[in-house]
């Protein structure tokens, strides 16, 4: 039967980091006129809360975000190391830098394409 053996938070992470994976839009506050927060950044907002109680469940599964998610998901993840491992969070990014790949980001109402390796150059530049 699913999810026996594990506890609440972690099927609680794991569902969080699956929305994350999958994400088709990058927001990191509310969006349009309404300010509506995105099922993706509730979900991102979860994992970012479990940092403090579990970080190295959650560098696990960021990791495999990384490797197997959406471009957005994979910028979600890349953010989301910032906080435990900014040496590793800098290589992502890095590594991110060249892919062509395509996300949605969404700044308040304002909601733009870009290429993952051009958002990642940007947070490179920032950081």
């Known amino acids: 039967m699913f999810g026996i053996g594990k506890q ?14 999958a994400a ?25 809360a479990a940092l403090d109680d579990h970080p190295e469940e959650v560098r696990r599964q960021l990791d495999r975000v990384l490797a197997d998610g959406t ?4 910028a979600y993840a890349a953010t989301l190391l910032e906080r435990i491992d900014p040496t590793a969070a800098r290589a992502a990014w890095t590594s991110l830098r060249d892919d ?5 980001t969404f700044v308040g109402c304002v ?10 150059s940007r947070r490179l530049t920032a950081a």
Do not use: Q
Request: glycine content about 10%; cysteine-free.
């Open 8 to 21: 609440k938070w972690e099927r609680e992470l794991s569902a969080a980091v699956d929305t994350v994976a």
């Open 24 to 48: 088709d839009t990058l927001a990191f506050g509310g969006v349009g006129i309404a300010g509506t927060l995105l099922p993706v950044t509730e979900a991102y907002e979860r994992v970012s």
């Open 71 to 74: 471009p957005a998901g994979r």
């Open 100 to 104: 062509p790949s395509e996300l949605t």
């Open 111 to 120: 909601m733009d394409r870009e290429a993952l390796g051009t958002y990642a």
